[in-house]
């Protein structure tokens, strides 16, 4: 059997931070005796990830994302358990295993602010020791299927945030990287960008069946690039399996939307949830979904109707309310 490409195995990370109670006597007393307190970011996770498999790490803020995938890079040491990424010990940070993945965190810029990216881009290619003609045929390939144009000659400041992290990602992945941790490349980006940006990541997995663990809160990125996702909260797993069975599995309810001819109430039929023009959006117990369909049909006279699993975010937003175990 192949090997994985990201095993996790009882992985844990404990921070230890200094507690302080308000006001001067307080900190007074703090310069003599420190207390601390643990905070569990990631608590005793594990799932494999398959070589050329994209895997949304989906969790609310501060579940141990970003933790977890700077474990993964080889940027924080776990406290506990164990992870192996295509077959290396992350935390030993080899140079071997470094050039082999990339972390592109949506949030921190890792180019130079007053340089043209060309320059980073000349620069990674030194300390990734990648070869003149190799480095040539992937940057030209970047710049393509970016779309980046002149912006690689401008200074970086001078970028909008969308042809920031197009640049930012064109100098990630340089050194094709086989094994990518995105965490959230699409923050804060206007719809068009969201959706070259996701764009790009299909093509660059299907181009170097590179692996891939994307955070994003954009429900639209997950949906439209991973067929299975992990939720954490709290620092644990909360489910780990096939998108569309999250919703299939844990909704407890189906959302009718139905047009009917005439003025009808349809309070009777089910939890109405939103109306636009002669739509109504129903939400009614699952079991009971054939059962109001049929009714429908028979009572009224019905132009349209769907039956469908609720949005995935609603999906996620009632597991963590819930906190269902893996
Ligand atoms: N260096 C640190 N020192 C102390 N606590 C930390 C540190 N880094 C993270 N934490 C804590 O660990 C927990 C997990 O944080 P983490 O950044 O991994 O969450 P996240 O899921 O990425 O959240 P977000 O979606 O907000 O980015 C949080 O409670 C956070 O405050």
């Not at 909008?160 to 100098?171: H, N, P, Q, T």
């Not at 170097?208 to 299975?228: F, G, I, N, P, Q």
């Not at 939307?257 to 109405?272: K, R």
């Amino acid at each position: 059997m192949q090997e994985p490409a990201v095993r996790v195995a009882e992985l844990r990370r404990v921070f230890r931070v200094p507690e302080r109670e308000a006001g001067l006597k307080a900190a007074v007393g703090s310069l003599f005796r420190r207390r601390h307190r643990e905070v569990r970011a990631v608590d005793g996770i594990s799932f494999d990830i398959a070589p050329g498999e994209i895997v949304g790490f989906l969790g609310p803020n501060g579940a141990g994302k970003t933790t977890t995938l700077k474990m993964l890079a080889g940027l924080l040491q776990p406290t506990g358990g164990e992870a192996r990424v295509l077959g290396d010990v992350p935390g030993r940070r080899r140079t071997g295993y470094l050039r082999r993945m990339a972390l592109v965190m949506g949030n921190r810029n890792q180019l130079h602010w007053d340089l043209p990216a060309a320059d980073s881009f000349d620069l990674n290619r030194a300390i990734y020791q990648i070869p003149w003609a190799e480095y040539r045929s992937t940057r030209a390939e970047l710049v393509d299927l970016l779309d980046l144009g002149d912006l690689v000659t401008k200074p970086v400041r001078n970028l909008s945030l969308g042809e920031r992290m197009k640049v930012e990602l064109a100098a990630a992945l340089l050194h094709r990287p086989e094994m990518l941790f995105l965490d959230e490349p699409t923050l804060g980006l206007d719809l068009t960008m969201q959706r070259r940006i996701r764009a790009f990541v299909a093509d660059y997995n299907r181009r170097y069946s590179a692996s891939v663990l994307l955070t994003s809160h954009y429900m639209a990125d997950v949906e439209a690039l991973c067929k299975r996702v992990i939720v954490i909260d709290h620092g644990r797993i909360l489910f780990d399996g096939d998108l569309a069975a999250l919703a299939t599995d844990l909704a407890a309810y189906k959302e009718l939307a139905v047009t009917i001819e005439g003025d009808v109430d349809l309070a009777d039929y089910g939890d109405v949830r939103g109306r636009e023009g002669d739509r109504v959006t129903l939400r009614v117990p699952k079991a009971q979904a054939p059962v109001v369909t049929a009714r429908l049909l028979a009572e009224h006279t019905v132009l349209d109707l769907t039956v469908e699993d609720p949005p995935i975010e609603d999906v996620i937003e009632l597991l963590f309310s819930r906190g269902v175990a893996p």
